[in-house]
């Protein structure tokens, strides 16, 4: 999504489990999502996100704090909630409504 945003050029490679390249899995235990540039890996979201704001400032997807804030508060309690989604098997009872 940051390369997108940021309206660079980018290969995309899907792997599996299976299919990921050794150079994934013997430095850097097969973490996905994974950047590769400049002969370096980043495989955490948000380093990923940092490094690509550092090296392609603009546009910057840095926005202040209120914005920040307000981010947080959009998608408080949605990934417990799909986790939960996610994991209930339905039975009949009132949480299958």
Do not use: N
């Not at 390369?3 to 599996?16: R, V, W």
């Not at 996100?49 to 202040?64: E, M, N, R, V």
């Amino acid at each position: 999504l940051v390369l997108e945003e940021k309206g660079l050029q980018y290969e995309l490679k899907p792997c599996t489990e299976d299919t990921k390249p050794a150079w994934l899995t013997e430095y850097y235990e097969g973490k996905l999502p994974a950047l590769r540039h400049r002969k370096e890996c980043y495989v955490e979201s948000d380093v990923i996100a940092d490094y690509l704001d550092f090296f392609f400032p603009d546009p910057s997807l840095k926005g202040g704090k209120k914005e920040m804030d307000e981010a947080e508060d959009a998608i408080s309690g949605f990934f417990p909630s799909v986790a939960k989604y996610l994991k209930h098997i339905p039975d009949g009872d009132d949480e299958d409504q």
